[in-house]
T-cell receptor, first 114, second 118 residues
Framework: AQTVTQSQPEMSVQEAETVTLSCTYD???????LFWYKQPPSRQMILVIR??????QNATENRFSVNFQKAAKSFSLKISDSQLGDAAMYFC???????????FGKGTRLHILP | DAGVIQSPRHEVTEMGQEVTLRCKPI?????LFWYRQTMMRGLELLIY????????DSGMPEDRFSAKMPNASFSTLKIQPSEPRDSAVYFC????????????????FGPGTRLTVL
């Protein structure tokens, strides 16, 4: 079964510091995509960053970057210069290319300390 | 571009009443997904459509739940009769198989409908 594991239910980071959220997934597929979504208190699910498995270069979006380790099936999210607006639940997700559905992890709640 | 639109944003109803949630996907997207989110169960996929046709409804909890997509720009999720345990946030998401709006089958979510059944 395809699963996505986020081992940190909650994390805290000081404003302006860097934090890394971990994610591992289990699959036997080779063609897939990985995503990080953010869900702030407003409840809106917002795409943060995504990565194609065939690309070795790690994706970056401004202060957000990923560390994709395909052999280890790891897809961590790094947030640099943390801001108060980054406080949210973060979901790691995964989609096999031959499937329509996205598999979501349970989420990591990130607190930003002023 | 308008994102996924859901209505109503909040719904409070009494047990036994019929509830209808509405969704307008992003124009040009051919996939539409309905999710339910609760503290206990997290984010659950209820059903999804491709080109207005239901593909997988295995996540629909009971016969009280039904979903339709009469055209490419509108879908409904209906609960009849509603029960207190149906209280949750219901999300609609859409995606494209044609590489539009980012590709990779990225799902774009609506703001959700917070349903409370008393």
């Amino acid at each position: 079964a395809q699963t996505v594991t986020q081992s940190q239910p909650e994390m805290s980071v000081q404003e302006a510091e860097t934090v890394t959220l971990s994610c591992t997934y289990d699959t036997s597929e080779s063609d897939y995509y990985l995503f990080w979504y953010k869900q702030p208190p407003s409840r809106q699910m917002i795409l943060v960053i995504r990565q194609e498995a065939y690309k070795q270069q790690n994706a970056t979006e401004n202060r957000f970057s990923v560390n994709f380790q395909k052999a280890a099936k790891s897809f961590s999210l790094k947030i640099s210069d943390s801001q108060l607006g980054d406080a949210a639940m973060y979901f790691c997700a995964y989609r096999v290319n031959r499937d329509d559905k996205i598999i979501f992890g349970k989420g990591t709640r990130l607190h930003i300390l002023p | 571009d308008a994102g996924v639109i859901q209505s109503p944003r909040h719904e409070v109803t009494e047990m036994g009443q019929e509830v209808t949630l509405r969704c307008k996907p992003i124009s040009g997207h051919d996939y539409l997904f309905w999710y339910r989110q609760t503290m206990m169960r997290g984010l659950e996929l209820l059903i999804y459509f491709n080109n207005n046709v239901p593909i997988d409804d295995s996540g629909m909890p009971e016969d009280r739940f039904s979903a339709k997509m009469p055209n490419a720009s509108f879908s409904t999720l209906k609960i009849q009769p509603s029960e207190p345990r149906d209280s949750a946030v219901y999300f609609c998401a859409s995606s494209s198989s044609l590489g539009l709006a980012g590709g990779m089958g990225t799902q774009y979510f609506g703001p959700g409908t917070r349903l409370t059944v008393l």
